[in-house]
């Protein structure tokens, strides 16, 4: 199983980014993905997850949850994560996670953190003014 993100690098305040999770040796029948990010001197922070049983997205971050979209490209095996107005504190490496879906028709985000499986790498995104 392989998770490789991508699409980060130097960006402007104010702007847009689009983060790519490409999957690979599992299924998104069986696994959820999320996306968390861990800046510099801080830990690892859980962004958001998207239950793919019942297509529900789930937040984290209550303060995020106007900036972030997660859409999946089932064709490609990729998820993408993509931020707006982009704000310096959101200098980070983003990682995106796979978690096991069990078959309980209640989910949330903490059911996503409890079964994660698979880490990806991460991709290093940097705000500047």
């Known amino acids: 199983v392989q998770l490789v993100e991508s699409g980060g690098g130097l960006v402007q305040a104010g702007g847009s980014l689009t983060l790519s999770c490409t999957v690979s040796g599992l299924s998104f029948a069986d696994y959820n993905i999320g996306w968390f990010r861990q800046a510099p001197g801080k830990e690892r922070e859980a962004i958001l997850c998207r239950d793919n049983k019942y297509g529900r997205t789930y937040y984290a971050d209550s303060m995020m949850k106007e900036r972030v979209t997660i859409s999946t490209d089932n064709a490609k095996n990729t998820v993408y994560l993509q931020i707006h107005s982009l704000k310096l504190e959101d200098t980070a490496v983003y990682y995106c996670?796979?978690?096991?879906?069990?078959?309980?028709?209640?989910?949330?985000?903490?059911?996503?953190?409890?079964?994660?499986?698979?880490w990806g790498k991460g991709t290093p995104v940097t705000v500047s003014s």
């Open positions: 996670a796979a978690s096991f879906r069990d078959s309980a028709y209640y989910y949330s985000m903490e059911s996503f953190l409890k079964a994660i499986v698979y």
